[in-house]
């Protein structure tokens, strides 16, 4: 489920997954990813948990989305708002059906899959809750956070 991959955001930084589990944005560490689904914030403190069901859950219980193999939902949503296609291209859908690129996984294939697709929900889920909430505590890149990284 853990492996190396790369996904190239176009104009964005990149971001790194490490076959440890750690994801990386321009070389800051975001979050860790360990093999049954928990992740951990920069400092290593518990953040949130995938469980079986495919459900992203958050400390206190907040949603953070569901995940797929290769789709997300956002928080309180049913339908996907971006996929990892399996050629690592990220696509993300607005509320009327519109596409957009996010760029490109290289290095995504079999079970990473999987994990390339949380790691896209979490900064996704990130931006989303920075957006939202006019909070910009951050990474020091500008990926806003309500809570967590």
Do not use: H
């Not at 928990?38 to 569901?66: I, K």
């Not at 971006?82 to 519109?98: Q, R, S």
């Not at 809750?129 to 990474?139: A, E, F, H, L, P």
């Amino acid at each position: 489920m853990l492996g190396s991959a790369r996904w190239e955001r176009g104009g964005a930084d990149p971001v790194e997954l490490r076959p440890d589990g750690r994801v990386l944005l321009d070389g800051d560490l975001l979050f860790v990813i360990d093999r049954v689904g928990r992740v951990a914030n920069d400092d290593y403190d518990p953040y949130a948990v995938l469980l079986p069901d495919g459900q992203l859950v958050g400390n206190g219980d907040v949603s953070l989305g569901r995940i797929g193999v290769t789709n997300a939902s956002p928080p309180g949503g049913v339908e996907a708002w971006l996929a990892v296609l399996p050629d690592g291209k990220v696509v993300y859908f607005d509320t009327d059906g519109e596409r957009s690129a996010g760029g490109q996984w290289q290095g995504c294939n079999g079970p990473v899959l999987r994990t390339c697709t949380l790691a896209t929900q979490l900064l996704a889920v990130s931006s989303y809750r920075g957006t939202r909430s006019g909070v910009g505590i951050g990474v020091g890149v500008g990926v806003g956070v309500g809570v967590g990284f």
